[in-house]
């Protein structure tokens, strides 16, 4: 006849092993996935798009900002940044086109 007691001991015992006794370091466990931006692609070119970028050639997120590289209605470069955590404006740059620089000689 098969004796219950080992059994017994080894469920009881099973849950010690898993614990780690006080003052004994813990291992790092795995590392939290990546967080979205508050503000999403699609959210960055509308900003892009209501301060005048008709055409997107390029977007990227760096950091915690958003990239947007595109042309105006008149062909001048575009680069607008902003904040992915709420879509504010850090900075934008706006280059004239070809055809007005060369009306100024």
Same mark, same amino acid.
């Given at each position: 006849?098969?004796?219950?007691?080992?059994?017994?001991?080894?469920?009881?015992?099973?849950?010690?092993?898993?614990?780690?006794?006080?003052? !004994?370091?813990?291992?790092?466990?795995?590392?939290?996935?990546? !967080? !979205?931006?508050?503000?999403?692609?699609? !959210?960055?070119?509308?900003?892009?798009?209501?301060?005048?970028?008709?055409?997107?050639?390029?977007?990227?997120?760096?950091?915690?900002?958003?990239?947007?590289?595109?042309?105006?209605?008149?062909?001048?470069?575009?680069?607008?940044?902003?904040?992915?955590?709420?879509?504010?404006?850090?900075?934008?740059?706006?280059?004239?086109?070809?055809?007005?620089?060369?009306?100024?000689?």
């Amino acid at each position: 006849m098969l004796s219950r007691t080992p059994l017994l001991v080894l469920a009881v015992a099973s849950p010690l092993w898993v614990l780690p006794h006080p003052g !004994q370091a813990q291992a790092p466990g795995p590392s939290a996935p990546s !967080q !979205q931006p508050a503000v999403s692609m699609e !959210q960055a070119r509308r900003i892009a798009a209501e301060n005048g970028v008709v055409r997107v050639e390029e977007i990227s997120l760096e950091r915690d900002e958003w990239k947007v590289e595109g042309r105006d209605s008149t062909g001048a470069e575009i680069e607008i940044k902003l904040r992915a955590s709420d879509g504010v404006i850090i900075r934008m740059e706006r280059e004239r086109p070809a055809s007005a620089r060369a009306d100024r000689k």
